[in-house]
């Protein structure tokens, strides 16, 4: 048998212990049965690309530089309400 561990604990599981299996792509992750049981549902096992713009260029924020990174991170949104023209 595979050693596996637990995708939301870390836990090893044992030789005689249940566990759900979860295939992502070619992927295999796996909950010991106490996780299953608090959340049945597989999320964090794919890493997002989050897109920007920066001068004019959109590119992945993971290939900045880490000022702007840094900056990216500070960076908040403002919701400007329409003005009605009445």
């Known amino acids: 048998m595979e050693k596996y561990i637990c995708h939301d604990c870390g836990k090893a599981i044992g030789k005689n212990e249940e566990y759900m299996p979860y295939k992502v792509g070619k992927d295999l992750?796996?909950?010991?049965?106490?996780c299953h049981e608090i959340d049945p549902v597989l999320k964090n096992f794919q890493k997002a690309e989050v897109y920007s713009r920066?001068?004019?260029?959109?590119?992945?924020?993971?290939?900045w530089n880490k000022g702007k990174q840094a900056e990216f991170g500070d960076r908040k949104e403002y919701l400007v309400e329409q003005a009605c023209c009445c």
């Open 29 to 34: 992750y796996v909950k010991c049965r106490a």
């Open 54 to 63: 920066v001068v004019g260029y959109i590119r992945p924020v993971a290939q």
